[in-house]
């Protein structure tokens, strides 16, 4: 009887560490978006921007509105996820899936990290294994700079794991 209690108890738990898990994700999105926003409008106190180094005038405007929708579209699905609404996940996972890859070939960088959270692991073109973390909003993407020297292609962990827990507790969730 003891082994039926105990079992009954777990299945209870269970969907309050995943609930809980869900809003933690939903919340980093949240509030990773709003930054990233705040940053790319300018508020004062908010933090500053990157700048978008070697890009034509014209296409830095561009790159940036990239990032703001993107910034804007990071708050959205972390509301509808909060809600548990079937987009909120679609759009959280497709968050998650664009902040996996890290890419520096000097000509060419590219990063996006919009959940506040990363940890990447990347191989340099030296054959060396970097292992970077970091906590706040971040992207970059840059052209046409100097190619010569290291490169360097990586993903984020923390975007796979956020990416492998929503896919997976997408179908506990009924659909609203």
């Known amino acids: 009887m003891s082994g039926l209690k105990r079992n009954l108890r777990m299945k209870t738990k269970m969907p309050a560490i995943k609930s809980t898990l869900l809003n933690i994700i939903a919340f980093l999105e949240i509030a990773g978006g709003g930054w990233m926003l705040g940053i790319m409008l300018g508020i004062p106190g908010i933090g500053e921007k990157d700048p978008q180094v070697n890009l034509h005038p014209n296409l830095t405007l561009v790159v940036e509105g990239f990032f703001i929708i993107l910034a804007a579209f990071s708050i959205w699905?972390?509301?509808l996820l909060w809600k548990r609404r079937?987009?909120?996940?679609?759009?959280?996972?497709?968050l998650q899936f664009l902040q996996i890859p890290y890419i520096y070939l000097g000509s060419l960088t590219y990063t996006f990290q919009a959940s506040?959270?990363?940890?990447?692991?990347?191989?340099t073109s030296d054959s060396r294994i970097s292992f970077t973390a970091g906590a706040g909003p971040k992207w970059f993407f840059s052209e046409g700079g100097e190619s010569a020297g290291t490169h360097a292609?990586?993903?984020?962990?923390?975007?796979i794991i956020f990416l492998v827990l929503i896919l997976s507790?997408?179908?506990?969730?009924?659909n609203h």
């Open 77 to 79: 699905a972390g509301f």
């Open 86 to 94: 079937s987009l909120g996940f679609s759009l959280s996972a497709a």
């Open 116 to 123: 506040l959270l990363s940890f990447i692991i990347s191989i």
């Open 153 to 159: 292609i990586g993903i984020n962990i923390v975007a």
């Open 169 to 174: 507790m997408r179908r506990l969730v009924k």
